[in-house]
């Protein structure tokens, strides 16, 4: 039996207060373990909590063969996609605050139908009128009064962009492959990727891992493990454009927790920001044709 429309928007909703309260832990462990070590240790992490899940989840009776070399296939390639995202989010992460980092990579809503551009997709007026107020509201959020942009925004941008070209190749997989696995394989790339380059760069040293210790294993339990199952549960009923809505609240949550745990004080010109490309987002998804049905962590 499907899941109920108002369960599964529940669970997305869940997961978007999960990933925005995940910018705290991200920003607390940037100051301790390099981009790459932190989302190589809690993507390994998150991965290995999810593992049991396997027991539970048997294949599809019917084309397993196929299911199975689609799911491998699928896992590997959109895994590359998901970790250069998550370098490069953490990696900004560094260097601006977690109410930037959030409505930042809210964008990557917006990203999705540009970059179908590219495949010679046509974009309605409400995607053109949402890039617009998002930009503004990102010009707005991120230039200080002394028009200096802060030097992570950049790198959340660019990471945007990366999640949401991950976001079209879930759309291109998702209905051929096993879920559970194909998620598993997303995140177990990711950490496995990252775990290589940060041996490589020194950035997995014992004492700043215990100093992040929380950092990583929160990071990983939740925003990683627990928000993407409920996504990924949730995904087999929601509407594709209740999902989208509904994860664009990752920023809300994200800025939020950011005042409350971070003592972040937002001037009133990046609370308009804020609320503009937050308007944009939602305003690019208005009356939406069929869309990619996943959205990344």
Not at 158 to 175: D, F, H
């Amino acid at each position: 039996m499907r899941m109920k429309t108002a369960v599964a928007d529940s669970f997305l909703l869940a997961a978007a207060a999960i990933w925005g309260a995940g910018f705290v832990f991200q920003i607390l462990g940037a100051n301790h373990v390099g981009p790459f070590g932190f989302t190589g240790l809690r993507f390994t992490i998150g991965t290995i909590l999810l593992l049991p899940l396997l027991a539970f989840v048997p294949w599809p009776e019917e084309n397993t063969q196929q299911v199975r070399r689609t799911t491998l296939r699928g896992g590997l390639i959109v895994g590359v996609a998901m970790a250069a995202g998550a370098l490069f989010q953490q990696a900004g992460l560094g260097y601006t605050t977690a109410s930037n980092g959030a409505f930042i990579t809210s964008l990557y809503v917006v990203f999705v139908p540009l970059l179908g551009l590219l495949v010679g997709q046509h974009l309605r007026w409400s995607v053109w009128g949402g890039v617009a107020l998002a930009g503004i509201g990102l010009a707005l959020l991120g230039i200080t009064r002394e028009f200096e942009v802060n030097p992570g925004d950049g790198l959340v941008l660019v990471s945007a962009v990366i999640w949401a070209i991950q976001v079209i190749l879930v759309g291109r997989y998702s209905s051929r492959v096993e879920a559970i696995r194909f998620s598993i394989l997303q995140l177990g790339v990711t950490g496995i990727v990252s775990l290589i380059i940060a041996a490589f760069l020194g950035q997995l040293e014992w004492e700043s891992i215990l100093l992040a210790k929380w950092s990583i294993l929160l990071g990983a339990a939740f925003p990683v493990a627990v928000a993407f199952t409920l996504q990924v549960i949730a995904q087999k009923s929601a509407p594709p454009a209740h999902a989208a809505l509904i994860m664009s609240l990752e920023s809300v949550f994200g800025m939020g927790c950011g005042i409350i745990f971070l003592s972040e004080r937002p001037e009133l010109q990046q609370y308009i920001g804020a609320a503009l490309m937050l308007t944009g987002v939602v305003l690019s998804q208005l009356a939406p044709k069929k869309q990619p049905s996943a959205l990344p962590v």
